[in-house]
């Protein structure tokens, strides 16, 4: 980002390739690594490419915790409910993050912005929605759900800078059917939105979004196995799940009330939820977070910009053993990296001694 001279100010796009990829070309450089041009045939041989009719578009913008890292940014996810948007969560970077998925068009994207969820204050959540609303470019108040002393953090800031949003506070949306917002987001969204509390912090919440022809999406936000979420979340089409930390790190998990991946998975299947995305992982793990592999038929890895529909719910998990083979060399190299150096074979600087 360039912070000056003032006609410079803005995101710096001078080293992004502007030229078409040719697919062609992608496959040939594919070619040379046998093993991994075979699993993308085989994921490719599984998955018939038709336009979606999904009513509900979900674009993972950041899907690590705590700080950005080289592959993953704080958290945020971005829904497309029939060409209008819903934030959910939004940590530092999420602008960033919008024009690197969206390019040009990001402006649209944020412009057509419907409602944000906050589902609680930690930075990593929320920290980046400021830039989203000092750029949005509409005449109409944005919707803001979350914990109330988001409101007080949003009107101090408001003294700074012009910030068009209406604010309402999380605890009013425990009921789908009766809420400030249930008859405009039935009508412009077609949606049902309720909200219940989860185990993290204080006034730390998850969301159930129920489209009328789509089903129901549950979004944990950060918590421990938590049972008001899985009754809310039963049946669900797409539970979106935190999985900080792998299974062997069940007391740090604990201490932290944060979810393990097992833990995620366990909540899938007591809701009976379709399919589970599990996100907000570790930096500890910045490419593929470990969990057992038996239950990869109906659960998937976020990733920074993905975009998933309900119609690519059968190809996700083929993509698991792609992606593995794809970060195998850096892991490798990574590996070889952290080795303890043989003080023998390390090279010291000869140092002169004055006579």
Same mark, same amino acid.
């Not at 994921?43 to 700080?67: C, D, M, R």
């Not at 239950?295 to 719910?313: C, E, G, R, S």
């Given at each position: 980002?360039?912070?000056?001279?003032?006609?410079?100010?803005?995101? *710096?796009?001078?080293?992004?390739?502007?030229? *078409?990829?040719?697919?062609?070309?992608?496959?040939?450089?594919?070619?040379?690594?046998?093993?991994?041009?075979?699993?993308?045939?085989?994921?490719?041989?599984?998955?018939?490419?038709?336009?979606?009719?999904?009513?509900?578009?979900?674009?993972?913008?950041?899907?690590?915790?705590?700080?950005?890292?080289?592959?993953?940014?704080?958290?945020?996810?971005?829904?497309?409910?029939?060409?209008?948007?819903?934030?959910?969560?939004?940590?530092?970077?999420?602008?960033?993050?919008?024009?690197?998925?969206?390019?040009?068009?990001?402006?649209?994207?944020?412009?057509?912005?419907?409602?944000?969820?906050?589902?609680?204050?930690?930075?990593?959540?929320?920290?980046?929605?400021?830039?989203?609303?000092?750029?949005?470019?509409?005449?109409?108040?944005?919707?803001?759900?979350?914990?109330?002393?988001?409101?007080?953090?949003?009107?101090?800031?408001?003294?700074?800078?012009?910030?068009?949003?209406?604010?309402?506070?999380?605890?009013?949306?425990?009921?789908?059917?009766?809420?400030?917002?249930? *008859?405009?987001?039935?009508?412009?969204?077609?949606?049902?939105?309720?909200?219940?509390?989860?185990?993290?912090?204080?006034?730390?919440?998850?969301?159930?979004?129920?489209?009328?022809?789509?089903?129901?999406?549950?979004?944990?936000?950060?918590?421990?196995?938590?049972?008001?979420?899985?009754?809310?979340?039963?049946?669900?089409?797409?539970?979106?799940?935190?999985?900080?930390?792998?299974?062997?790190?069940?007391?740090?998990?604990?201490?932290?009330?944060?979810?393990?991946?097992?833990?995620?998975?366990?909540?899938?299947?007591?809701?009976?939820?379709?399919?589970?995305?599990?996100?907000?992982?570790?930096?500890?793990?910045?490419?593929?977070?470990?969990?057992?592999?038996?239950?990869?038929?109906?659960?998937?890895?976020?990733?920074?910009?993905?975009?998933?529909?309900?119609?690519?719910?059968?190809?996700?998990?083929?993509?698991?053993?792609?992606?593995?083979?794809?970060?195998?060399?850096?892991?490798?190299?990574?590996?070889?990296? *952290?080795?303890?150096?043989?003080?023998?074979?390390?090279?010291?600087?000869?140092?002169?001694?004055?006579?």
């Amino acid at each position: 980002y360039i912070l000056g001279p003032i006609n410079k100010i803005g995101l *710096d796009t001078s080293e992004i390739d502007k030229n *078409d990829l040719n697919p062609e070309e992608v496959f040939k450089q594919l070619k040379q690594d046998p093993k991994l041009y075979k699993l993308i045939q085989e994921v490719k041989s599984h998955y018939e490419l038709k336009q979606s009719n999904s009513e509900i578009e979900v674009t993972f913008l950041g899907t690590g915790s705590a700080i950005p890292s080289k592959y993953r940014n704080v958290t945020a996810i971005y829904l497309n409910v029939c060409g209008k948007g819903i934030l959910l969560d939004g940590g530092e970077g999420t602008y960033g993050q919008l024009y690197r998925r969206f390019g040009p068009d990001f402006q649209q994207v944020i412009s057509k912005l419907e409602l944000i969820f906050i589902s609680h204050i930690h930075a990593d959540h929320h920290l980046g929605i400021l830039r989203i609303l000092t750029k949005r470019r509409s005449d109409s108040k944005i919707k803001i759900i979350g914990p109330i002393v988001l409101h007080y953090w949003l009107k101090e800031y408001s003294q700074c800078e012009t910030l068009n949003y209406e604010f309402y506070e999380a605890t009013s949306f425990f009921n789908k059917d009766v809420n400030p917002l249930s *008859d405009y987001l039935l009508a412009t969204l077609e949606l049902k939105i309720s909200v219940v509390r989860v185990l993290h912090c204080h006034d730390a919440f998850g969301i159930i979004l129920e489209h009328k022809t789509w089903g129901k999406l549950l979004y944990s936000g950060d918590t421990r196995p938590c049972v008001k979420l899985i009754e809310a979340g039963t049946g669900a089409r797409l539970l979106i799940h935190e999985a900080t930390f792998e299974d062997g790190l069940q007391s740090e998990a604990k201490s932290k009330n944060h979810s393990t991946t097992n833990d995620a998975i366990q909540a899938m299947e007591k809701m009976g939820a379709e399919f589970l995305m599990m996100f907000h992982f570790s930096q500890r793990y910045p490419k593929i977070p470990t969990f057992e592999e038996k239950y990869t038929t109906k659960t998937a890895v976020a990733f920074d910009l993905m975009t998933i529909t309900a119609n690519d719910f059968n190809l996700l998990p083929q993509l698991l053993p792609v992606l593995k083979q794809i970060f195998v060399e850096e892991e490798n190299e990574q590996e070889e990296s *952290d080795l303890p150096q043989n003080p023998s074979t390390t090279k010291r600087p000869k140092i002169s001694k004055k006579k």
